[in-house]
C-alpha cells in the first residue's frame, strides 16, 4: 500500500487524462484548475516521470501516461462498482443503450414483456449509434454493432447484421417488381450503400456501376421505413427488425435473399459486472426473445463471424 500515491492526485490524473483538459477536469472534480495541476505535479514528482506533456497552454498524456491511464481508469470503475454493489446493483433500474434500428423497432416492441417478467426492476432505455462511454454514464448494458472486441468489455453474440431489400406493396406492384435485377431500375434509398452492391451479389446479379447521384440518405432504418410506406422507393433494411409491418401488409420483401454481415450485434457490459442479477435477467431474457425467431432465418445469422 506504500507504494500507491495519494488518492487525490490519482483521481485527478485520471480525470485530466480522461478529459484530456486539467479545466474540465477540475470542473468535473469541483476543484480549482491550479490544485489539479499541483496534484498532478505531486503525482509526476513521486513517480520521476511526466505524465502530461504541456504546450501552447494545452496538455496531451506523454507517452508514461498514456500506458497508465487504462489501468487507473478500470480501478476507479471497479470501485464504483462496488459501492453501487452495496445499494443499486441488485435493485430497481436497468439502464440500456441500443443502436437506434434494434433499439427503436424490435426491442421496443418487447421489452415491456421483459417488465412483466421482472416488476422490481424499471428499465431505462436510450438510443444512439455512437460507441457509449461506460466510465461516463450509468448504462449498465448496451447493444452495438462491430466485431465483439472492444476492451474492458464482456461481449455476448446477438446475431449477424443481415439486410434485403423492403419496399411498400404498392412501390412493388407500381414497378413490376419481379426478380432482383429489377431493382436496378428503381427509386433506390441510400443508392451508393456498399450494402446494396452485396446483396446484388448474394442474389446473383451482376454487380452495378455505383449510381451517378446519390439520392435519398437517412439516419436510420427508422426513417428509412417511413419513407418505404409513403411509397419513395426501396430501402436496404434488416427484415427481423420489420416483421410486424411485413405481417400487416405495411412492408414487403420480394425476395427471400440475405446479405449476412460480418459485423453482428452483441450485448455488452463491463467485465468486472459478470454475474450482476438485473444484467443477467436481461441477457438470459434477450436471448430467449431471440431463439423465438431462429427457425425464420438461415443458421448462418446465429453463428458468430470468424
Same mark, same amino acid.
Given at each position: 500500500? %506504500?507504494?500507491?500515491?495519494?488518492? +487525490? ?6 480525470? +485530466? ?7 474540465? +477536469? ?21 513517480? /520521476? ?7 501552447? @497552454? ?53 421489452? @415491456? ?15 444512439? *449509434?455512437?460507441?457509449?462511454?461506460? %466510465?461516463?454514464? *450509468? ?22 447484421? #443481415? ?11 407500381? #414497378? ?20 446494396? +452492391? ?34 419513395? /422507393? ?37 467485465? %468486472?459486472?459478470? @454475474? ?31
Amino acid at each position: 500500500m %506504500n507504494r500507491i500515491p495519494p488518492l +487525490a492526485a490519482v483521481r485527478s490524473f485520471e480525470a +485530466a487524462g480522461r478529459l484530456q483538459n486539467f479545466s474540465r +477536469a477540475a470542473e468535473e472534480l469541483g476543484m480549482t484548475q491550479a490544485a489539479i495541476s499541483y496534484q498532478i505535479r505531486q503525482l509526476e514528482d513521486r513517480l /520521476g516521470r511526466a505524465l502530461f506533456v504541456r504546450e501552447k @497552454g494545452r496538455v496531451r498524456l506523454s507517452e508514461t501516461g498514456q500506458r497508465l491511464l487504462p489501468a487507473i481508469s478500470n480501478a476507479f470503475a471497479t470501485m464504483s462498482d462496488a459501492f453501487a454493489a452495496l445499494g443499486s446493483d441488485e435493485a430497481d433500474v436497468l439502464t440500456i443503450n441500443a443502436v437506434t434500428s434494434f433499439g427503436g423497432t424490435w426491442l421496443s416492441a418487447r421489452i @415491456g414483456g421483459f417488465q412483466l417478467l421482472y416488476p422490481e426492476l424499471a428499465v431505462r432505455m436510450s438510443m444512439g *449509434n455512437d460507441l457509449i462511454d461506460f %466510465n461516463a454514464s *450509468n448504462v449498465d448494458v448496451a447493444i452495438r454493432m462491430g466485431r465483439g472486441q472492444w476492451p474492458g468489455l464482456r461481449s455476448d453474440f446477438l446475431m449477424r447484421q #443481415h439486410v434485403a431489400p423492403l419496399a411498400s406493396p404498392a412501390f412493388v406492384e407500381k #414497378h413490376r417488381i419481379r426478380e432482383p435485377a429489377d431493382l436496378l431500375c428503381v427509386e433506390r434509398l441510400a443508392p451508393n450503400d456498399s450494402w446494396w +452492391a452485396d446483396w446484388f451479389a448474394a442474389a446473383g446479379v451482376a454487380t452495378p456501376l455505383a449510381p451517378s447521384r446519390r439520392g435519398i440518405e437517412l439516419d436510420s432504418q427508422l426513417q428509412e421505413a417511413s419513407a418505404v410506406q409513403a411509397g419513395f /422507393g426501396v430501402a436496404m433494411m434488416t427484415p427481423l427488425f420489420w416483421q410486424a409491418e411485413i405481417a400487416a401488409g405495411r412492408m414487403v420483401q420480394p425476395f427471400d435473399t440475405l446479405h449476412i454481415s460480418e459485423s453482428a450485434m452483441w450485448l455488452v457490459h463491463r467485465e %468486472n459486472r459478470v @454475474g450482476v442479477r438485473k444484467i443477467e435477467r436481461f441477457r438470459e431474457w434477450l436471448h430467449a426473445e431471440l431463439a423465438k425467431d431462429r427457425h425464420r432465418y438461415p443458421d448462418l445469422l446465429w453463428q458468430p463471424p470468424t
